[in-house]
Protein backbone atom coordinates (compact mmCIF):
# COMPACT_ATOMS: atom_id res chain seq x y z
CA UNK A 1 0.00 0.00 0.00
CA UNK A 2 3.02 2.27 -0.62
CA UNK A 3 0.97 3.93 -3.51
CA UNK A 4 -1.05 6.26 -1.66
CA UNK A 5 1.17 8.03 0.57
CA UNK A 6 3.79 8.44 -2.25
CA UNK A 7 1.05 9.61 -4.41
CA UNK A 8 0.12 12.33 -1.51
CA UNK A 9 3.74 13.34 -1.30
CA UNK A 10 4.02 13.90 -4.93
CA UNK A 11 0.92 15.78 -5.58
CA UNK A 12 1.16 17.81 -2.61
CA UNK A 13 5.04 18.80 -3.92
CA UNK A 14 3.20 19.35 -7.21
CA UNK A 15 0.98 21.95 -5.78
CA UNK A 16 3.16 23.35 -3.44
CA UNK A 17 5.80 24.26 -6.37
CA UNK A 18 2.67 25.72 -8.43
CA UNK A 19 2.16 28.30 -5.44
CA UNK A 20 5.82 29.04 -5.56
CA UNK A 21 6.08 29.65 -8.93
CA UNK A 22 3.27 31.89 -8.91
CA UNK A 23 4.63 33.58 -5.65
CA UNK A 24 7.78 34.15 -7.51
CA UNK A 25 6.28 35.18 -11.07
CA UNK A 26 2.88 36.98 -10.26
CA UNK A 27 3.71 38.10 -6.54
CA UNK A 28 0.32 40.14 -6.57
CA UNK A 29 -1.61 36.89 -7.38
CA UNK A 30 -0.80 35.75 -3.76
CA UNK A 31 -4.15 37.38 -2.07
CA UNK A 32 -6.40 35.57 -4.90
CA UNK A 33 -8.61 32.32 -4.78
CA UNK A 34 -7.18 29.67 -5.62
CA UNK A 35 -9.36 28.81 -8.12
CA UNK A 36 -12.25 30.53 -10.34
CA UNK A 37 -14.90 28.10 -8.66
CA UNK A 38 -16.65 29.68 -5.58
CA UNK A 39 -17.04 26.33 -3.55
CA UNK A 40 -15.01 25.63 -0.12
CA UNK A 41 -11.99 24.71 -0.30
CA UNK A 42 -11.48 25.95 -4.17
CA UNK A 43 -12.28 29.25 -2.61
CA UNK A 44 -9.13 29.39 -0.68
CA UNK A 45 -6.44 31.86 -1.23
CA UNK A 46 -3.06 30.99 -2.98
CA UNK A 47 -0.76 31.14 0.01
CA UNK A 48 -3.11 29.16 2.16
CA UNK A 49 -3.34 26.42 -0.39
CA UNK A 50 0.38 26.64 -0.37
CA UNK A 51 1.17 26.20 3.19
CA UNK A 52 -1.55 23.33 3.01
CA UNK A 53 0.09 21.32 0.34
CA UNK A 54 3.29 21.89 1.92
CA UNK A 55 2.19 20.21 4.84
CA UNK A 56 0.09 17.62 3.37
CA UNK A 57 3.44 16.80 1.15
CA UNK A 58 5.32 15.92 4.73
CA UNK A 59 2.54 14.07 5.65
CA UNK A 60 2.81 11.78 3.10
CA UNK A 61 6.44 11.34 2.73
CA UNK A 62 6.19 10.40 6.46
CA UNK A 63 3.47 7.56 5.77
CA UNK A 64 5.59 6.64 3.03
CA UNK A 65 8.87 6.43 4.70
CA UNK A 66 6.79 4.03 7.16
CA UNK A 67 5.49 1.64 4.98
CA UNK A 68 8.82 1.34 3.48
CA UNK A 69 10.61 0.92 6.64
CA UNK A 70 7.69 -1.56 7.90
CA UNK A 71 7.56 -3.68 4.50
CA UNK A 72 11.42 -4.12 5.05
CA UNK A 73 11.53 -5.32 8.60
Same mark, same amino acid.
Given at each position: ? *? ?20 ? #? #? ?19 RL?? #???? /?? /? #?? /? /?????? *????? *????
Amino acid at each position: M *RAVPLTVFVFGLLVWGYVVLFQ #V #VYPDWVSLPFSHIGIFPLDWRLDD #VGMV /AF /A #VA /A /AGFLMW *RIEVN *RESS
